[in-house]
């Protein structure tokens, strides 16, 4: 793989340089409630800059059906970049339109240009190969060169990850780069007891990797919105909470094999329950009730782990030699619904291993909770992306980078 050192040393004034980033940020309406993922990208588009290339940055933003929705506008994403930078940053309002275009051609060397949302266009999700990659010939014109930074949309088979790059002489940056080295750690060198945690809202996806997990770790602990799947393979009511019902027979399946590979895999004892999800607008006092894992009463939603299962998780993390933790334990982003996460966040630092948290929304939580980033080993900008490097999986936005 050629890293952007190499580009740099080839000489990269005036050389229009694409940056897939991923800037898939948290958004309060148009307020970044947290902006990690843009800070983390800001070493790779400022040494472009500063070697005098026209640095074209790029990202999806949230899940939008392949038209333009202004709710997830990357405007907010390219002007933090632009106060991250010091200097001022051009947005494009499309993505390979006019205004791209017209945007791009009018940097002068050292300038930085933010396009518009890549998934305003369906061809950049597509299944369809010649669909995808239609798209990246789009791509491919605005640019000389491609640097791969996106950590945390390299899991996805998606134009601007893996079909432009093979079009266009390639790189990976500095977030990738050390991304890399510090996953390699959890995969070539893990000190046991392994524990993992998953939780978060992306259950699907996520449930789909602790099959391979399951030959791993010692220890996998759920929560979140992928609890409820759990709870219902083992025959519990779970009212209106999250489930991926297509997943309860896979599911099922896990916790058979766990008990078979001694593997501890652990589902809360008791959690928070409320008549609705809450108001995120307002914040108002949600008023949920503490109920037994398996007595959650039907009409209700789980939102949070409970404490009872937050003193379980953190006496299985103590011990541990190496943490993995992916996924928020409830909907953190309000306070009545925050204390799992700030429990294992706690047990994180209290543990005496090595720690990773991965994912954008995980990251936001540790920062936004209040806790110290230099607390854990690593914060990693990818959750998914990371889980299946973990995995062992071949991730299409790396192997699209390799010579
Ligand atoms: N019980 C739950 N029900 C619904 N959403 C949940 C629940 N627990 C956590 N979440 C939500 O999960 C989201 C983060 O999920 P995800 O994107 O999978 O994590 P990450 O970005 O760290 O990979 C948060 O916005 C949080 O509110
Ligand atoms: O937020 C992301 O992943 P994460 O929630 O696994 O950290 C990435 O930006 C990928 O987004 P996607 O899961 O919509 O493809």
Redesign the pocket.
Known sequence: MKTIDELLSEGVAGRRVFVRA?L?VPLDGTTITDDG?IRAVVPTVRALAEAGARVVVA?????PKGTPDPAFSLAPAAARLGELLGADVAFATDTVGESATATVDGLADGQVAVIENL?FNAGE?SKDDAERGAFADRLAALADAYVGD?F??V??K?ASVFDLPARLPHYAGYLIATEVGVLRKLTDDVKRPYVVALG?A?VS??LAVIDQLLGKADRILIGGGMAYTFLKAQGHEIGTSLVQEDQVPAVREYLERAGKNGVELLVPVDTLVAAEFPDMKSKAPADPATVAADAMPAGRMGLDIGPATSALYASKLADAGTVFW??PMGVFEHPDYAEGTKAVAQALIDSPGFTVV??????AAVRTLGFDEQAFGHIS???????EYLEGKTLPGLAALED
């Open positions: 991923d898939n993922r990202s999806h933003l949230g899940r998934r999700t996106g945390g949309a899991h996805r998606h978060g992306k996806d996520k992916n996924g991965g994912g954008g929304d995980s990251a900008t990818g959750g998914g992306a990371s889980l």
